[in-house]
């Protein structure tokens, strides 16, 4: 999401990553790699829970999950991994956002 982050943005849209880290190693991780979104520290588990995100002991804890949302909060898309790698590419989620797009304009 990092290299189509323009994209994402000439769509209004924002990016929250969500992860288990501490605020602090967020903050670390994101001034280090100079990330243009939003990072947001769960280690608590709340906001993961509340989205019913997956976990697998035998690959060693939470699984991805990419959820998109409307202007209203609504959950549009929503994506379950069932592996670290098995992530959707941008070109999906853009069409996701484009499909959004046409349904308010209509």
Excluded at 63 to 75: F, S, Y
Aim: proline content about 7%; charged content about 30%; aromatic content about 8%.
């Amino acid at each position: 999401m990092r290299q189509d982050y323009a994209e994402f943005t000439a769509r209004d849209t924002e990016i929250v990553a969500i992860g288990p880290d501490t605020p602090e190693a967020f903050r670390r991780y994101w001034k280090e790699n100079e990330l243009p979104f939003v990072g947001l520290a769960d280690p608590g588990h709340q906001v993961a829970n509340r989205y019913s995100q997956e976990v697998s002991l035998l690959k060693l804890g939470r699984m991805p999950e990419l959820i998109v949302c409307d202007r209203l909060g609504a959950i549009r898309y929503r994506h379950f991994a069932r592996s670290m790698s098995d992530i959707p590419p941008n070109s999906e989620i853009l069409a996701v956002l484009d499909q959004l797009r046409s349904e308010e304009s209509s």
